[in-house]
């Protein structure tokens, strides 16, 4: 049986947000009423500033995504470079991509 036509997958339902956290380093992404039916997978990205810095989820449902940053300095003791303490990172800026299961 021979079928023509060509087939292309449904994309998955994707939001994109940007957000500068406040001053205890934490974000709130709220999404779109109905955009997710389910907790959505978030990928982040902290733009560039001094000091290291790292970003993690730390609430996660359908209408938003808690996200919180540390940033710390380095350090160097005997000639190798090392990472401080971590803090809250006020002010910096979150980039969150949100993808439907």
Do not use: K
């Amino acid at each position: 049986m021979s079928v023509s036509g060509s087939y292309r997958p449904v994309s998955p339902r994707q939001e994109r947000a940007t957000a500068t956290t406040d001053g205890t380093g934490t974000v709130v992404f709220n999404w779109p009423a109905g955009a997710f039916t389910a907790p959505p997978v978030v990928g982040l990205a902290v733009q560039a500033g001094a000091g290291f810095r790292s970003a993690r989820v730390v609430a996660n449902t359908a209408a938003a995504t808690t996200v919180s940053v540390l940033q710390s300095t380095s350090v160097t003791l005997l000639g190798i470079g090392v990472l401080a303490a971590g803090g809250a990172a006020p002010g910096a800026t979150v980039h969150a991509t949100a993808t439907a299961v």
